[in-house]
């Protein structure tokens, strides 16, 4: 019989991201930095909407859009806390972030154009381009500066098949967050080789560095850009799987188009939920969000002290919940150090070769994790580089 597989899902390599967590499966002795997952519960008036809803049973479709006062909410949003302005009528509520990513590739992706991918960058990027009939076209970035490209390493893969890049800042894995100013030397390039953003915030509240900055919010760049969010981690919503997307009128009715013949909408009671997480956002001052960012950046500080006095350098975090140590001083490489911590010390970390080539030399570690758990990981980490130094 022959082979009924897709050439572009043949092509699907295994992720190393999952392959190694087989082999502590069930270990109640491991300690998991490796989980990008928030530690929060969703917030209790958000749980309870979404309960009501069930208890009276109303669980029906919504528009395809999503909740038009879910959509109005998110544009308020966005405008009050990052000066980013699209119109509710732009505004698509996904299943989750990564459904917004795949709609926008799909949406913008001709066979054989290329996806300009900051290296290292999230797991699902490449895989999602390939799908849509892309190529991702990885970019070297600097650790030294702070893994974000310049407008030469963007200049450095750029062809004439160069559609889009994709930023994601703050940034997993890396930590990283844009400066304003390196965000404006990158749409300059933009704008001067006439391509597009596809611009990932889904980490925009968790940023230690004092604010913000969204490429999209930047002068005649919304235009050029597709805006992605969602409320996994903003609210501890992962498991509500509730995104969106705004694009300009061109790819969004394109975007619309294919949401409605994929996933025809996202779920009503998770929509629900954030309706009321949103509400109690604006009466309370985001208080809930305010109260998370400093925790995890106190989580942060100290996760990251901890690795660089054991030798493992890496730079203190300024958003997300991730560190990209570099772990060459042990002579392994992230895979190498991985699987030998995993087993040898029960505690859990994510290979860097998981996000791209520049990170081989790398591991992710999540603080996404209680401090007692950080205290204690770094404890066997420094007996475990006892061990093989």
Known sequence: MRNFLSKSARRLKPSSFLNYFGLADGDKQLISLGVGEPDFK?????????????????????????????????????AERFNVRYPAENTVITVGASEAVDLALR???????????????????????????????????????CFVPTAQDLQNVLTDKTKAVILSYPNNPTGAVATKAQLEEIAEFVKQKDLLVIS???????????????????????????????FSKTFAMTGWRVGYICCPDYIDKAVVEIHTHTIICAPRMGQVA????????????????????????????????????????????????????????TGLDGDGFAEK???????????????????KN?????????????????????????GIS
Do not use: W
């Open 274 to 329: 954030a309706i009321t997480a949103l509400k109690d956002g604006f009466a309370g001052g985001f208080s809930f969000i305010e109260e998370m960012r400093a925790d995890y950046a106190e989580r942060g500080r100290v996760l990251a002290e901890g690795l660089n006095a054991l030798g493992l350098k890496c730079m203190r975090p300024q958003g997300a919940f991730y560190i990209f140590a570099n772990v060459e001083s």
């Open 200 to 230: 990932d915030e889904i980490y925009a509240e968790l940023n230690y560095t004092g604010r913000h900055y969204s490429v999209a919010a930047l002068p005649q760049m919304s235009e050029r850009t597709i805006y992605i969010g969602g």
């Open 362 to 386: 790398f591991v992710r570690c999540s603080y996404a994790a209680s401090m007692e758990n950080i205290k204690k990981a770094l404890v066997r980490i420094e007996e475990f580089l006892k």
């Open 42 to 78: 969703t917030p209790e008036t958000a749980r309870r909407a979404a309960l009501g809803l069930i208890e009276q049973g109303n669980t029906q479709y919504t528009g395809c859009r999503g909740l038009s006062e879910l959509r109005e909410l998110v544009s308020r949003y966005l």
């Open 341 to 359: 911590l995993i087993k040898e010390a029960k505690v859990a970390v994510v290979p860097g070769s998981a996000f791209g080539e520049a990170g």
């Open 107 to 145: 949406a913008i992706c001709d066979a054989g154009d290329e996806i300009l991918l900051p290296e290292p960058y999230y797991v699902s990027y490449a895989p999602a381009v390939a799908l849509a009939g892309g190529v991702p076209v990885p970019v070297k970035c600097a650790e030294a500066n």
